[in-house]
């Protein structure tokens, strides 16, 4: 794992997973040409990769799955620009903040727990969320 991957756990459970925009610069470094940073059993796998021109990925689909039950929803955000801080939440201990983190231009955090932002500057991002979209009651429940 790269030194620029940060994990944040609470209670033996991932909260969040932080590639931080050095990360890619240690692939090419290292000289390597990929690096997934999400465990397997995640619902988002997220690599990070460093391919030269000309390298070719081999044509393929994804084979749909049959049927997911008690599917966890997990949020990915990359920082286009500006800074993010981001405070992290625990339900098993009645939604109580258990950690927070900053990130900003370049990097890219999973977020698996429930979650506040408040922007420090003037962002663009890009987010990734699973669908389909259930509609405005069924998709959060607020808690403070």
């Given at each position: 794992?790269?030194?620029?991957?940060?994990?944040?756990?609470?209670?033996?459970?991932?909260?969040?997973?932080?590639?931080?925009?050095?990360?890619?610069?240690?692939?090419?470094?290292?000289?390597?040409?990929?690096?997934?940073?999400?465990?397997?059993?995640?619902?988002?796998?997220?690599?990070?990769?460093?391919?030269?021109?000309?390298?070719?990925?081999?044509?393929?689909?994804?084979?749909?799955?049959?049927?997911?039950?008690?599917?966890?929803?997990?949020?990915?955000?990359?920082?286009?620009?500006?800074?993010?801080?981001?405070?992290?939440?625990?339900?098993?201990?009645?939604?109580?903040?258990?950690?927070?983190?900053?990130?900003?231009?370049?990097?890219s955090i999973?977020?698996?727990?429930?979650?506040?932002?408040?922007?420090?500057?003037?962002?663009?991002?890009?987010?990734?969320?699973?669908?389909?979209?259930?509609?405005?009651?069924?998709e959060k429940r607020y808690?403070?």
């Amino acid at each position: 794992m790269s030194q620029y991957v940060e994990k944040i756990e609470h209670n033996g459970k991932i909260l969040a997973i932080i590639a931080r925009a050095q990360a890619i610069k240690e692939l090419e470094e290292k000289n390597e040409q990929m690096l997934f940073v999400t465990p397997d059993e995640f619902p988002f796998q997220i690599g990070i990769h460093n391919r030269p021109a000309g390298n070719v990925i081999k044509e393929h689909f994804h084979v749909p799955f049959e049927k997911l039950e008690d599917f966890p929803v997990q949020e990915f955000f990359y920082v286009i620009s500006g800074r993010v801080h981001i405070d992290l939440y625990d339900d098993r201990e009645n939604d109580t903040k258990v950690s927070e983190v900053i990130i900003q231009e370049g990097d890219s955090i999973v977020l698996n727990t429930g979650h506040g932002f408040t922007l420090l500057d003037d962002c663009k991002l890009i987010e990734l969320k699973q669908g389909p979209y259930r509609g405005k009651d069924m998709e959060k429940r607020y808690f403070s």
